[in-house]
């Protein structure tokens, strides 16, 4: 594919996001940042970074990742303040309690809810949008964890292997439509929402799987592994037999 550029605002939802502001730093030079999150009156640290990164402007908004009934309107809203949505991160997840969720339905529910079903939500909602203005770019990350889903983290890595699915299904319709959406499968990155794990091979850093989304995105990239050896891993992953890969740790 060629080169592929977007105008318009840069939207993060998952204001907090390490990943997510990563990419919004390397995106913002001459673009407005949109930091969509929970309590967005405090994002006094987040909005200084990305505006030292040479954003023309950062605004804050309220996003509630749980609360689909507020998508549209949200996403709509903005759309309409801006002159369109130039590039979407969906940043947001969890990672949840393996343990707990085994036993604890709700919890289970509220894992893929947030991980699955509001990125659902939030994707189709924003298909709508872009679609509509013939141009604009979807950033939205996936999991080595869903690629083949390990006992050891299975409700996880089932809401990550669902948004496989749905993300691969949803790029094709958009093919042609002039709006890229780009699946990033990153292996285990190092950052707040692993803290207190022990890194797995092949992890990375929120820097290098942003450095890895702005090239793909500038290539026109529908897809992307980061980091890229991790393709070979993937292949491999689909080989090992089901009686050894239900020991395989998270």
């Known amino acids: 594919m060629g080169t592929q550029t977007s105008d318009g605002p840069v939207l993060v939802l998952g204001g907090r996001s390490e ?7 390397r995106l913002a030079p001459g673009r407005v ?12 640290s987040e909005i200084e970074q990305v505006r030292a990164a040479g954003a023309s402007a950062v605004h804050a908004v309220e996003f509630d990742a749980d609360d689909t009934a507020t998508h549209a309107p949200l ?12 590039t979407a991160v969906l940043a947001f997840g ?5 343990d707990r969720a085994e036993s604890d339905p709700a919890h289970a529910v509220a894992v893929v809810h947030t991980d699955y079903v509001a990125q659902v939500s939030v994707l189709t909602t924003l298909a709508t949008l872009l679609r509509a203005q013939g141009f604009g770019q979807i950033v939205v990350f996936g999991s080595i964890a869903g690629v083949r889903v390990r006992r050891a983290n299975y409700v996880y890595g089932s809401a990550k292997a669902g948004l496989h699915g749905f993300a691969a299904g949803l790029g094709d319709a958009l093919h042609g439509t002039g709006v ?3 699946l990033v499968r990153p292996g285990f990155v190092i950052g707040r929402m692993t803290t207190g794990m022990d890194p797995a091979p092949m992890s990375s850093t929120p820097g290098q799987v942003a450095d890895a989304v702005v090239r793909a995105l500038g290539k026109g990239a529908t897809r992307v592994a980061v980091p890229g050896r991790l393709n070979v891993a993937f292949f491999v992953m689909g080989l090992i037999p089901q009686f050894m890969w239900r020991r395989m740790p998270r």
């Open 19 to 25: 990943i997510g502001l990563e990419v919004a730093r």
């Open 33 to 44: 940042v949109i930091l969509a999150a929970r309590r967005a009156g405090i994002l006094d």
């Open 75 to 86: 996403l709509e809203k903005l759309a309409a303040e801006h002159g369109g949505i130039g």
């Open 94 to 98: 969890v990672l949840g309690d393996q």
């Open 180 to 182: 890229q959406l780009l």
